[in-house]
């Protein structure tokens, strides 16, 4: 039931987003298609396509191969992209819009919220824009690009699902079918490309793509009748232009009137922009937001037909160019088709694929008329409606299209509809404008819209649209108070659409697919690139030249996470030995044997992949290569046919070319009379002498070879000699700690099992010998030298775990003052107190890296203690920090047990070296993360975790070639933890463009978020967080300016176009900005920003988001098998009477109203009362319901995804506690002053024209 | 009137007090021409089985830069209760408990058979004794086995109340908590790192807990003990320490190749010092250091860790190439001082087969009393038995040792002190008395002896400042009082008193008063120990040439002879055996290095100058006797014409104890007559030197090193080292005789040596 009513649904929100996807989209798909389709497609889309055109198929191949061939340059990328994006991009509007839209749906009937009706009928009277959109919304859309690639690689797969998924899937799975089918689709389309030049030519790249994605949602919509819907628009592509025309020309006016207000201007502008539009756009761009309005209006007109149209408009658009508008063009394309296929993924598939096919029609001519100009105009009002919204999405959403078509129209709706009251602002002028003329409607995005759709015209015909949604906000502002918050891109929505569209492996074969996003749970197949989990690029697609990239500054960057620990399901890395002499490299460059080195000569010599030297195979080594080049045992060695393996290091990789020792656990525990009194010390040693049995291991049966040791301290230092031939412990004082030793070498470092007794009699002893102690200054640095001086000894790697409660005054090295100063907090001198105070640490810290000396440390502080100082250490030697200030036993024992324990099990690598080696035209430059680097190339880790991830930053050095793309190869040299010397390689190929709309279409905003936190996070070491904030929001601003200028058709200033792919980009980037660490509240310690900043540094891409956005669930209804859809962070979103659930990655809220339902009360906390629950408590009552049940379930599933256990925090509505839960509403204002998400869009907008102007 | 021999007897046996003139020069000109400077060998603490001490405080003279003790000596008026110091001629009153006092009924202190007197003082708390053993690990297995034995077993010999620590050190140094249940807990010091006395009790935590006593005022024992973890009454931690004894390792560090183990001594004695110091001053108390090879790190590091290096001797001193020698004297200088002016000794038991630092380390027991062992191996008897000894006790059941000796010397106007030469150190006490012209340690009359034995003796030198026209008018006696204050072992503070006096002589008119005065036994230690005392900063052809010169200076003053005829010249009878003394402490390895290593000279040098008369002659003249079946055993003279075939030799150089079979009897043992019935007697004959030595072993501190050897065994050489050279292969057959045993050296005989000194006494050129 639900997957169809979501289906349904989506349909129509989706068709909003649609517009708004789809003309982003368009740019987008534009971009891809053209370069990365060609090259890696063809492989694959040709296999692919084979099968595809054997069955209905074959008329799309025609078109989408058409479409495709003029896409080219958009190539591939587009096509996988569009398609998906275009899919994610209406399920991310339509999550946005979701309810309303659903409802409206009606056959959606199911759909929830029955206010969205007006809207539905706005968006059909928009035309089908709107309900297009929903469809696309329907396929939650991912708007990775990556996905589309996936597709094109998976092309074969899929076009062989397709034909199979209308079967299987039924509707209800269309969303992911969809996307499926998608891909398969643009497989199709590859082959098709070959009709693509005919077609081509006139729309140049974006067309075909556009086609392929129409091609593909259709397919996937039409799904139940595939055949003819594929005929149908795979037909219409050919005839594409013409049809499209006719569509835009027909339908055009038709979807306007309907449409009129909201889309029509918009599409149409885009297309007329490609061809005449301009001056509806003019007209338009104003009334954007109005635009919207005017849907809702012109809606309930003619609902069901002009979704239709809708459909049939939105095709012709993706047709033309507007790929990005993807449905439009698809609608317009293969109209009726795609039409039909949509029409199927719509609720009303049935009843639409009848309308649509006449919409068809008239979006064919639309399309046409994008190509040819005239149609355009409709196209492109309901496109740049949605794509301002979506701006972001729609490019992946391209494959969307098909359904966004409709969609595309609806998007401004959608976004209009939801804000359609609110909208009112720009809306109710638009309205008349909008019917009047497209133009006025368009006003804000609208208008905008119609501006992209000139330049859209070009190139990029719909694009404009794309971007042109958000825009609407920035406008609006001065008129609008406010925007409607249902308006703008939702991350929930693009979350949600992701998930829906992913339903398959992602397999890593193919150059530059954007991964599923980190929100959805996916497999990963190697196929000779690194899995997502270990490397995460901001970009799939880096532009050829340094001039690019620095013409959009968008960061190019990787995050690495060596190590990173993979669900059961996948393989982890084989481990290849390849002898004594070691792993075979290049000569010149020491690049690893890896899938991309070239055999050459029979096989005798191989040329490497990153500088071209060529390099002998040792005769060991030697194999004969087959007919096409490739080593025959190429699938027998994992080093030939996978992105992630490992190599057995032989001597020359160890450190004095001995063979390491296994590593040492050394346990340093504070036994100051803080510690004491908080219970700290009790806990630890009680825990300890379980966790000794628990120490990392490869292989679970083998006993662990890490040897423990024992300190305690306070000023001075207490050794434990635990050698098992004694009867008992004996305890070595040290109090020189101006000079640090270690007093003992044998008994200090010991096995567990050996020494069993005297390890627990000594655990058992230390609280007791100090449950009187007095003392409480401590020391620091002492403590880390003394370990380090240990490891030393013992020759060893190793990792400390230091539990430490206080600043430490005590007269030693490294003692620290008190400099907490919240005078300097916003001056100049603020960053001074991120700085350490003293050198001291950083020498040490450099020791420690040479030793592999790795510091976990444990912080319980009562107050102040310099995290910045303390972490110096921690953060260099790849260790972790953990702080639980006003520890106390009974609340927080259970928090630090669990970190605790996994901090010590995780696995981890110890006296790691790492390095990233890249192809000629770039290279790694910038590095952020836990470790310590001497020279300019070696990352140094004394240890590393599965839990550490280290961002990357490349910039050119040279120009780049699209055809052999970028490639990047990252080495970690480690001893593991049973002191085996290992190379761990990852490598990664990425594609690179010459048009930057490639780059917007194939970015990941989650990664480029976790790189700018990282930046910036730096920053503030050296300049004040204002300068700081300023900077992030102006580079984002350029990018998106960037974008704007050139990727986005024209449109009026006034109108926000984000690509699609970056739609979310305001929301975070806000996030980050009202982070603690740049935008403090009055009770932000400086600790825990110096610990927050630390923290990111080494966080994934995974964690920084939810870190940025938490994840916050509504628990009024839970399902078993399946969460509830999150909602956004805002209070907004926080129904009466309703219980959620937010986590951050660190924090774990339970919130409830005051008004809370009594009988989730007696569900979850087994009380009748609100009053009655205890606010302290930090885990649930075990309750016997299934509510209860479930809840802990997810409780537990949550705190299992994080490497940091979330104590559970309860919080009532005006409790004192429900600040702090505030804090994480991060949409909704920060009470340290952080905008809120609309506000920011404002100001972004305004930014981005400054730079436009 | 007895002999001048019983009457020095009669006062050594009483007051423990032997000069080299018994009749004093009146003048400072006549005594500077006595060629021996009026000086004497004080036994402080002379054991008196008849003696018992009183109870009560004595009576001091009320002039403040005086206080002497009221003495028989002093002229009393008992019917005004007013007595005189006869040293500075002060009146003072008796004190009101002396209310009593009459002709008929004086104070013991009056009486002149007391003239050696000892006073129990009352006040302050008792202090416990403290022991604290500061042990090397870096040992053979087997020999720290026997070293942690012999510890355990000291624990009970020592007094059940007394305070005990232990550290032990290797490349660490580790001071151990003695108090602790359950996990044994140490607090360890980096080996190469000098700290000062306040950052080791900072860094023992001794500091802040608890305020230390005032300087010169002990801590109550209570308080003490309570935050001093690191002493405890044996009582209390028996058991703990004998486990934390018994579980004592080697130092875990592993020693590579070529090197020697690290050893930290310099830093492990540091901390003992600081230790005691920060929480017992002027208490009495010993640290026992038991090393088994020499610092190898840090400071005080005498030879590097490098076996190629070789440990420095006294070649390499000569010719200044130790480069550690300098340094680590000053070092171990510095925390003997350190711990003398607390009243801490410092004992060290070194053995090894090698040399471990003595010569570097000598200071530290030379300087506070403490007692230097030197052995092959703790896992003898040598070292089990002299460690044993350390805690023997005497008649009344106290130990034979006491602390924190000061002792003060006052003189009558006519003398001043010049120094002393023994276990002592200065405490720059310049009364009057003190004289200007330095000899050992002077510039002051009062000195510090922070361990005192029975036996424990001290050179005293005086100089008369009697000028030589302010004649002292005839019957004059001049006086010295030794005031001696220490702890007894039984924790008691005692005062001893000795008042002597001794008649003026003119030198011009009553030379051979004064010459038939000398005491040529007490003269020639004296003189050995000046001799000893300049050896140390000096190089030894000098010391001999200057010993020369005074025995040359003296001969000429006192013999008889005809000027430029040798054999004219005759010494008196009081004088005659003073030659000889010399002739052997110029061989003696006090003054010879020849064949001793720098520690082996350390050694013998320290134990010179703290033994008594008798035991010091024996030093510099070793006592030879003889058995055969000629007669009972008799001695014989220290020369090689004794060494014979059928007798058997003992010799007692203090050190060792050699049994020498002659070539014959050694052939019969060989052949095993004693185990035949019929050889009964010869059985016996071979008894008889082990018996006799057995009861030397049993007296001596520290334990000799038994010898038994034989006619060509490679251990004769310690006889025949010894013996005069009478015969030699030079001389031999010059001689013709076939009595004795050769000897094979180039050394001068006693024989040369006394021709040449009649030569140059009688020599008008000098």
């Not at chain 1, 896409?71 to 990328?77: D, I, L, R, S, V």
């Not at chain 1, 085996?980 to 990941?1004: G, P, T, V």
């Amino acid at each position: 039931m639900d997957n169809t009513m979501t289906h349904w649904k989506f349909p129509l929100l989706v068709s909003r987003d649609r517009f708004r996807d789809e003309l982003r989209m368009n740019v987008n798909q534009h971009t891809r298609m053209a370069s990365p389709y060609g090259q890696p497609q063809p492989g694959y889309g040709q296999h692919g396509y084979a099968p595809l055109d054997g069955g209905y198929l074959a008329p799309y191949n025609g078109p989408g191969s058409a479409y495709q061939t003029g896409a080219p340059p958009q190539g591939y990328t587009p096509f996988t992209t569009f398609p998906y994006k275009a899919v994610t991009a209406h399920p991310v509007s339509d999550l946005s819009s979701p309810l309303d839209l659903g409802p409206t749906r009606g056959p959606p009937t199911s759909g929830p919220p029955p206010a969205s009706a007006p809207q539905q009928y706005n968006q059909y009277s928009q035309s089908q824009g709107d309900i297009q959109n929903g469809p696309p919304s329907a396929t939650q859309a991912p708007p990775r690009s990556a996905v589309s690639q996936p597709y094109n690689q998976g092309a074969m797969n899929l076009s062989g699902q397709r034909f199979s998924y209308p079967q299987h899937y039924g509707p209800p799975p269309t969303m992911q079918q969809v996307t499926n089918q998608m891909t398969g689709m643009q497989i199709a389309s590859g082959p098709p490309t070959p009709a693509g030049p005919g077609y081509v030519p006139p729309h140049s790249s974006q067309p075909p793509v556009t086609t392929a994605y129409s091609a593909t949602p259709l397919s996937s919509q039409t799904q139940a009748p595939p055949p003819a819907s594929s005929a149908s628009t795979q037909l219409p592509p050919p005839t594409g232009p013409a049809a499209s025309q006719q569509y835009y020309g027909g339908p055009p006016p038709s979807s306007q009137q309907p449409f009129n207000s909201s889309l029509p201007p918009t599409s149409q502008q885009q297309f007329t922009s490609s061809a005449p539009p301009p001056p509806p756009q003019q007209t338009l761009p104003p009334s954007s937001y109005s635009g919207l309005m005017p849907p809702p209006s012109q809606a309930p007109a003619p609902p069901a037909s002009q979704p239709q149209q809708a459909f049939l408009p939105t095709q012709p658009p993706f047709s033309s160019a507007p790929s990005p508008v993807s449905q439009p063009s698809f609608i317009s394309g293969p109209p009726p088709p795609a039409q039909g296929s949509f029409p199927p993924t719509a609720p009303p598939p049935s009843s639409q694929p009848g309308p649509f096919p006449p919409l068809g029609p008239p979006p064919t001519s639309a399309p046409s008329g994008h190509f040819s100009g005239p149609m355009p105009p409709q196209q492109q009002p309901p496109l740049s409606q949605p794509s301002p919204y979506h701006s972001g999405p729609p490019p992946p959403r391209a494959q969307m299209p098909p359904t966004s078509m409709a969609q595309s129209n609806h998007l401004p709706p959608g976004p209009q509809g939801p804000p359609g009251p609110p909208g009112p602002l720009q809306q109710p002028p638009s309205h008349p404008g909008m019917q009047g003329g497209y133009p006025p409607q368009q006003n804000g995005a609208f208008g905008q819209t119609r501006g992209p759709q000139p330049g859209y015209a070009g190139p990029y015909p719909g694009q404009p649209n794309y971007g042109a949604p958000a825009p609407a906000p920035a406008p609006a502002p001065p008129a609008q108070k406010r925007l409607d918050p249902d308006a703008i891109p939702s991350p929930i929505q693009v979350i949600e659409d992701d998930k829906a569209k992913t339903t398959e492996p992602f397999t890593t074969g193919v150059r530059g697919q954007v991964p599923p996003l980190v929100t959805t749970n996916f497999q990963v197949k190697d196929q000779g690139n690194a899995s997502p989990r270990f490397i995460r690029c901001t970009a799939y697609n880096m532009p050829c030249t340094a001039d690019m990239a620095k013409q959009c500054p968008v960061p190019l960057a990787a995050v690495l996470k060596p190590l990173a620990t993979l669900p059961p399901d996948e393989t982890p890395p084989y481990l290849v030995d390849h002898g004594e002499s070691g792993p075979i490299r290049c000569n010149r460059c020491k690049a690893y044997m890896c899938p991309y080195m070239q055999f050459i000569e029979g096989g005798r010599r191989f040329q490497c992949a990153f500088c071209s030297c060529i390099t002998e195979v040792p005769p060991h080594y030697f194999q004969h290569l087959d007919h096409t080049g490739k080593r025959v045992d190429c699938y027998e060695r994992p080093e030939l046919s996978l992105g992630s393996y490992e190599f057995l290091a032989t001597l020359d990789y160890c450190k004095n070319n001995k063979i390491p020792q296994p590593p040492a656990f050394i346990f340093l525990i504070d036994v100051s009379y803080s510690a004491v009194k908080s219970g700290m010390v009790g806990i630890i040693c009680q825990e300890l002498k379980t966790l000794i049995d628990y120490l990392p291991r490869e292989n679970p049966e083998m006993e662990s070879v890490v040897r423990v040791g024992f300190v305690t301290y306070n000023k001075v230092l207490h050794f434990y000699n635990v050698k098992s031939s004694l009867a008992q412990p004996q305890m070595l004082v040290v109090s020189d700690v101006s000079d640090m030793f270690v007093p003992l070498l044998d008994g200090f470092l010991v096995n567990v099992n050996e020494s069993r007794l005297v390890i627990e009699s000594l655990l058992d002893q230390i609280p007791e010998m100090f449950a009187d102690t007095r003392e409480t200054e401590t020391v620091f640095g002492p403590v880390i030298q003394a370990g380090l001086e240990a490891l030393k000894a013992a020759d060893s790697a190793g990792k400390l775990f230091v539990f430490h409660t206080s600043l430490p005054i005590a007269e030693a090295p490294g003692k620290l003052k008190n400099r907490e100063d919240k005078k300097l907090i916003g001056t100049d001198k603020e960053k001074s107190l991120f700085q350490p105070q003293v050198s001291f640490y950083n020498t040490l810290a450099k020791e420690c890296v040479a030793q592999g000396c790795c510091v976990d440390l444990f912080l319980f502080p009562n107050q102040y203690v310099d995290v910045a100082t303390l972490g110096v250490v921690p953060v260099s030697t790849g260790g972790s920090i953990y702080k639980y200030t006003y520890f106390q036993a009974q609340s927080d024992q259970e928090r630090f047990l669990k970190d605790l324990r996994r901090d010590i099990q995780k696995p981890v690598g110890f006296d790691a070296v790492m390095r990233v080696r890249t192809s000629t035209g770039f290279r790694a430059t910038d590095f952020f993360g836990s470790f310590f680097m001497s020279n300019t190339t070696d990352v140094e880790l004394a240890g590393l975790d599965c839990d550490k991830a280290i961002t990357v930053e490349f910039k050119h050095d040279d120009k780049l070639n699209e055809e052999t793309g970028a490639l990047m190869q990252c080495a970690v040299l480690y001893t593991s933890c049973s002191g085996q010397r290992r190379l761990r390689i990852h490598n990664m190929a990425i594609n690179c463009c010459s048009q930057l709309a490639d780059l917007y279409r194939n970015c990941e905003t989650d990664t480029i978020i976790n790189f700018f936190s990282k930046y910036a996070f730096r920053g503030v070491l050296n300049n004040p967080t204002k300068v700081v904030r300023d900077t992030l929001v102006n580079q984002c601003a350029q990018i998106l300016a960037c974008y704007r200028k050139n990727c986005a058709s024209p449109s009026s200033a006034g109108q926000l176009i984000l690509p699609e792919c970056m739609k979310l980009l305001p929301v975070y980037l806000n996030c980050v900005l009202k982070s603690d660490m740049l935008l403090p509240g009055a009770d932000v310690s400086l600790d825990d920003r110096a610990y927050l900043r630390q923290l990111i540094s080494c966080m994934d891409v995974t964690e920084s988001h939810v870190f940025f956005y938490p994840r916050l669930l509504p628990l009024m209804k839970l399902e078993s098998g399946s969460l509830p859809v999150a909602v956004r962070d805002s209070e907004e979103r926080l129904s009466k009477g309703g219980v959620y659930l937010l986590e951050t990655g660190l924090h774990l809220f339970l919130w409830k109203k005051a008004s809370v339902q009594r009988e989730l009360l007696l569900n979850i906390f087994g009380s009748q009362s609100f009053n009655q629950i205890d606010p302290t408590m930090t885990s649930l009552p075990v309750l016997d319901n299934p509510f209860s049940q479930r809840l802990r379930e997810i409780i537990d599933s949550f705190r299992a995804q994080r490497s940091r256990y979330m104590k559970l925090i309860v919080v009532k509505q005006e409790d004192r506690a429900e600040l702090l839960f505030r804090h994480f509403l991060v949409e909704d204002k920060s009470a340290s002053g952080g905008a809120s998400y609309v506000d920011f869009l404002c100001h972004m907008h305004k930014e981005i024209r400054q730079l436009l102007s | 009137m007895a002999t001048y021999q019983e009457f020095i007897q009669q006062n050594e046996d009483r007051d423990g007090v032997r000069f080299s003139w018994n009749f004093w020069p009146s003048s400072r000109l006549e005594a500077t021409r006595l060629v021996v400077p009026v000086s004497c060998l004080f036994t402080p603490l002379k054991e008196r089985p008849d003696l018992p001490p009183v109870q009560y405080e004595p009576v001091l003279c009320s002039r403040a830069n005086c206080k002497a003790v009221l003495n028989p000596l002093c002229q009393v008026d008992f019917r005004a209760k007013i007595w005189a110091c006869n040293f500075c001629f002060q009146r003072n009153p008796f004190p009101p408990s002396y209310a009593g006092i009459s002709e008929v009924n004086q104070p013991a202190e009056l009486m002149p058979q007391f003239s050696t007197i000892e006073y129990i003082v009352q006040h302050g708390p008792p202090t416990p004794l403290i022991f604290l053993y500061v042990v090397d690990t870096c040992l053979e297995e087997e020999d720290l086995q026997a070293l942690k034995e012999s510890l355990q077993m000291s624990l009970s010999l020592l007094p059940p109340n007394a305070l005990v620590g232990l550290i032990t050190f290797g490349r660490m140094v580790q001071v151990h908590e003695l108090s602790c249940e359950g996990i044994a807990k140490s607090y360890v010091f980096r080996g190469t790192k000098d700290l000062s006395s306040k950052q080791i009790q900072e860094m023992l935590g001794l500091t802040n807990s608890a305020p230390l006593g005032q300087q010169g005022r002990p801590l109550v024992p209570q308080d003490a003990a309570a935050f001093c973890r690191f002493l405890q009454p044996v009582h209390r931690v028996d058991m703990n320490l004998t486990d934390l004894l018994g579980e004592l390792q080697r130092d875990p560090w592993p020693v590579p190749q070529g090197k020697r183990p690290l050893r930290s001594t310099g830093v492990a004695l540091s901390v003992a010092v600081g230790l005691l110091e920060g929480s017992f001053p002027n208490t009495g108390a010993r640290v026992m250091l038991f090393i088994g090879g020499p610092p190898t790190q840090g400071p005080g590091m005498v030879v590097g860790d490098e076996l190629k290096t070789p440990i420095r001797s006294w070649h390499d001193i000569q010719k200044d190439n130790a480069r550690h020698l300098k340094k680590a004297t000053k070092y171990y200088e510095a925390l003997a001082n350190r711990s003398a002016v607390n009243g801490h000794s410092i004992d060290i038991y070194a053995c090894a087969l090698d040399q471990s630092g003595l010569l570097e380390m000598k200071c530290l027991s030379t300087l506070t009393g403490g007692h230097i062992v030197m052995g092959d191996s703790f896992n003898t008897s040598l070292f089990k038995q002299t460690f044993q000894r350390v805690f023997s006790k005497d008649y009344n059941g106290d130990f034979r040792m006491a602390f924190g000796g000061v002792l003060e010397v006052k003189t009558s106007r006519e003398l001043k002190v010049c120094g002393a030469i023994g276990p002592c150190v200065s405490l720059n006490s310049k009364g009057s008395c003190v004289s200007e012209n330095e000899m050992g340690v002077g510039g002051t009359n009062q000195w510090k002896v922070c361990s005192l034995t029975p036996s424990t003796t001290l050179g005293i030198y005086f100089e008369v400042v009697n000028q030589h026209n302010a004649p002292i008018p005839q019957g004059g006696r001049g006086a010295v009082q030794f005031v001696t204050q220490y702890q007894h072992s039984n924790t008691q503070r005692r005062i001893r008193v000795t008042t002597i006096a001794r008649n003026w002589a003119d030198a011009q008119t009553q030379i051979q008063h004064i010459e038939s005065s000398f005491d040529q036994e007490a003269a020639a230690v004296l003189m050995a120990r000046l001799g000893v005392f300049r050896a140390e900063s000096e190089e030894g052809p000098d010391v001999l040439r200057w010993l020369d010169r005074q025995l040359i200076r003296l001969c000429q003053k006192f013999g008889q002879f005809n000027k430029d005829d040798p054999a004219s010249f005759r010494l008196s009878e009081s004088l005659s055996l003073y030659p000889q003394f010399m002739f052997h402490l110029r061989r003696s390895p006090f003054l010879q290095v020849f064949n001793n290593s720098p520690d082996e000279s350390s050694y013998y040098r320290h134990h010179f100058v703290r033994q008594d008369l008798t035991q010091s002659l024996i030093m510099i003249q070793p006592i030879l006797y003889s058995y055969s079946f000629h007669g009972p055993p008799e001695p014989v003279l220290l020369d090689s014409s004794s060494i014979l075939p059928d007798r058997i030799l003992l010799m007692d150089t203090f050190f060792q104890l050699v049994i020498y079979h002659g070539e014959t009897i050694s052939q019969w043992r060989k052949a095993g007559y004693q185990k035949m019935a019929e050889y009964e007697n010869f059985k016996q004959l071979l008894q008889a030197p082990l018996d006799d030595a057995q009861e030397l072993l049993h007296a001596r501190f520290p334990m000799p090193r038994y010898i038994d050897t034989e006619h060509g065994g490679s251990q004769a050489r310690f006889l025949l080292s010894k013996v005069n050279p009478s015969q030699t292969h030079n001389s031999l057959y010059t001689w013709g005789q076939e009595t004795g045993s050769p000897i094979l050296t180039d050394d001068v005989s006693l024989q040369v040596f006394m021709d040449h000194l009649k030569k140059l006494a009688v020599s008008s050129s000098t």
